[in-house]
Nanobody
Framework: QVQLVESGGGLVQPGGSLRLSCAAS????????MGWYRQAPGKQRELVASITRGGTTTYADSVKGRFTISRDNAKNTLYLQMNSLKREDTAVYYCNAEITTWRLVNDQYWGQGTQVTVSS
């Protein structure tokens, strides 16, 4: 079994910062690409940022220059540093990872989501 657990969400004022974490645990042989997605009420889930095992990153245009994705392969943990937050960043943020288990089964896994609310 593999689990992804997000943390770090909350309520923040516009212009503020938050740091999300996603810890992967279980029968993990190797983690490949990881990413953060978000879903606002009434909208489809969208990719916010992604990072390869080697550290290559991509960002949605809406967060470029404000968000930074990173990972610690030794700790099986993914991070998202969010600065200069805007009201439109309000959403449930989900962690995603491509993981191969010790049984050499490769699959996509999702966390349960963490709420980020940007409001004054």
């Amino acid at each position: 079994q593999v689990q992804l657990v997000e943390s770090g969400g909350g309520l923040v004022q516009p212009g503020g910062s938050l740091r999300l974490s996603c810890a992967a645990s279980g029968s993990i042989f190797r983690i490949y690409g990881m990413g953060w997605y978000r879903q606002a009420p009434g909208k489809q889930r969208e990719l916010v940022a992604s990072i390869t095992r080697g550290g290559t990153t991509t960002y949605a245009d809406s967060v470029k220059g404000r968000f930074t994705i990173s990972r610690d392969n030794a700790k099986n943990t993914l991070y998202l540093q969010m600065n200069s937050l805007k009201r439109e960043d309000t959403a449930v943020y989900y962690c995603n990872a491509e993981i191969t288990t010790w049984r050499l089964v490769n699959d996509q896994y999702w966390g349960q989501g963490t709420q980020v609310t940007v409001s004054s």
